[in-house]
DNA sequence: CCTGCACCCATTGACGCCCATAAAACACCA
DNA sequence: TGGTGTTTTATGGGCGTCAATGGGTGCAGG
């Protein structure tokens, strides 16, 4: 099993069942780079820019609040993102299987009603209907053939 | 073996058979070079600039990963990075004999059928559909014997 | 007593591991 | 230098294991 010290990324796309008690299977992958982590689980809460959930271990919570604490006390900017973040996010445990269970109003919000897309965006992931998220891989997909996006790297490693 | 201090290159071009089940032999001069990464396997997502499959090793990705970090996070630019990048690669662990197995989607982008060309690209690899390649790199001579293509090399190294 | 929710068990189907064979690169020796 | 034996690589197939899924059951709280 996953004993790899360097590596602990969410990556490619998952589409599993949601059953009708609204139990998922996180995938195997996503689980093991979620396992040193102090919560047996997922964090997650609705995404303000998709339609799709926003999903992570607990250590990027802790993430998000060193950045939230970056800003002005009381500035109506923090203010906002706090609430957006930390009031709509809950822990999802694991249940023995592996799964956890998909609140209604997350469900709600991505249109998941009989399948769930784990979607890997490296330190996080998000989980979309497998429609809406293919759709939006596509557009995304389209657009870079003609862009061509660029990242800056930092320098010394591979590629 | 394999222990040097500088870093191993991807060089050449293996042509390998594709089985019923989907494996293919990573040729065992690119399974030397990705031996010190801390995935056992090869990281691979579809070309968004030819009709190929994009590989490498998973420190590659934590690199990617790295450079998307500098990005704001629910920025326009990092969501998009992230999905390109991430949400599209895969994980493809060696069988013990070496093998990988090439999912569907990956084959069909590149037309690969009963057998897969693995191109060296210096720090990277990419994977084809054998006579594609063979064209692709009878064009790109063709053409470099007009254009005559230079570069720059960082200097202090040898030659 | 009824409703959840958390744990347990059963099924299945894919994938990972093992073997066995074959072909090729290499080393060694006459 | 050519032949021969040994090691590594490539390939094919069978089988066990684990992940994904579905359903049942017991405990807790209202």
Same mark, same amino acid.
């Given at each position: 099993?996953?004993?790899?010290?360097?590596?602990?990324?969410?990556?490619?796309?998952?589409?599993?069942?949601?059953?009708?008690?609204?139990?998922?299977?996180?995938?195997?992958?996503?689980?093991?780079?979620?396992?040193?982590?102090?919560?047996?689980?997922?964090?997650?809460?609705?995404?303000?820019?998709?339609?799709?959930?926003?999903?992570?271990?607990?250590?990027?919570?802790?993430?998000?609040?060193?950045?939230?604490?970056?800003? =002005? %006390?009381?500035? #109506?900017? +923090?203010? /906002? $993102?706090?609430?957006?973040?930390?009031?709509?996010?809950?822990? &999802?445990?694991?249940?023995?299987?592996?799964?956890?269970?998909?609140?209604?109003?997350?469900?709600?919000?991505?249109?998941?009603?009989?399948?769930?897309?784990?979607?890997?965006?490296?330190?996080?992931?998000?989980?979309?209907?497998? =429609? %809406?998220?293919? #759709?939006? +891989?596509? /557009? $995304?997909?389209?657009?870079?053939?003609?862009?061509?996006?660029? &990242?800056?790297?930092?320098?010394?490693?591979?590629?």
């Amino acid at each position: 099993m996953g004993s790899e010290k360097g590596m602990a990324l969410f990556l490619a796309t998952f589409v599993n069942k949601v059953d009708k008690k609204g139990r998922v299977s996180v995938p195997a992958t996503f689980r093991a780079t979620l396992a040193p982590q102090t919560f047996a689980g997922v964090v997650a809460f609705r995404s303000f820019t998709a339609p799709c959930v926003e999903a992570g271990g607990i250590d990027w919570m802790e993430r998000l609040s060193a950045g939230t604490d970056d800003l =002005a %006390a009381f500035s #109506a900017e +923090q203010d /906002e $993102l706090t609430s957006l973040i930390f009031a709509d996010s809950r822990q &999802l445990p694991f249940d023995p299987e592996g799964r956890i269970i998909l609140p209604e109003d997350l469900m709600a919000h991505a249109g998941i009603t009989e399948a769930a897309a784990f979607v890997g965006k490296g330190k996080t992931f998000q989980i979309w209907e497998p =429609a %809406a998220a293919a #759709a939006v +891989q596509e /557009e $995304l997909r389209q657009r870079a053939m003609k862009n061509r996006p660029t &990242l800056a790297l930092p320098k010394g490693g591979p590629a």
